[in-house]
T-cell receptor, first 114, second 115 residues
């Protein structure tokens, strides 16, 4: 079975500061990994995905994530936070073979202050 | 593309009533998923379909919950009878192939309140 753990239910940053949202995965087989963003009263939107190609993955809105097998991590970063980045972020994992569904982490709420 | 369409957006019902949530997946997507989101439990997969066939319903909490997908463009999630603890946001998502490296496209959700 696969799972993800997101460290920190809330992360606060100032506008212009580095954003770092942590995700560690557990999987018995090579995983696909995803980051989703959820704005208030909306569904989840795909930010980026790792599918065993390049380990550094670039997504929308200036976000990127690096797959580190040795650390079983897939942390999400953005060099400079913007007020519009305030939202909840979810890391998710799925198997690369067979029928598999996305398993989500508990989510991290990103708060951005002026 | 209109995306995944869910209806209604909000539903308030009394305990014991039947509730039906509806979902129209993206055309051409052959996998459909129902998730429930609560503060306590986060996002939980309830059931998923592949080519209109239920593949895994182990996440359905009780027999009061049932889901159908009569064709490739429509699915329902029914709760009968509803209880206050069913209050949550219910999301439908679709994907082109549940064995491929695709993520899911989510609908905007149905916020269910059972009083």
């Amino acid at each position: 079975a696969q799972s993800v753990t997101q460290l920190g239910s809330h992360v606060s940053v100032s506008e212009g500061a580095l954003v770092l949202l942590r995700c560690n995965y557990s999987s018995s087989v090579p995983p696909y990994l995803f980051w989703y963003v959820q704005y208030p009263n909306q569904g989840l939107q795909l930010l980026l995905k790792y599918t065993s190609a390049a380990t550094l993955v670039k997504g929308i809105n200036g976000f990127e994530a690096e797959f580190k097998k040795s650390e079983t991590s897939f942390h999400l970063t953005k060099p400079s936070a913007h007020m519009s980045d305030a939202a909840e972020y979810f890391c998710a994992v799925r198997r690369t073979s067979g029928y598999s569904t996305l398993t989500f982490g508990k989510g991290t709420m990103l708060l951005v202050s002026p | 593309d209109a995306g995944v369409i869910q209806s209604p957006r909000h539903e308030v019902t009394e305990m014991g009533q039947e509730v039906t949530l509806r979902c129209k997946p993206i055309s051409g997507h052959n996998s459909l998923f129902w998730y429930r989101q609560t503060m306590m439990r986060g996002l939980e997969l309830l059931i998923y379909f592949n080519n209109n066939v239920p593949i895994d319903d182990s996440g359905m909490p009780e027999d009061r919950f049932s889901a159908k997908m009569p064709n490739a463009s429509f699915s329902t999630l029914k709760i009968q009878p509803s209880e206050p603890r069913d209050s949550a946001v219910y999301f439908c998502a679709s994907s082109m192939d549940d064995r491929a490296n695709y993520g899911y496209t989510f609908g905007s959700g149905t916020r269910l309140t059972v009083v």
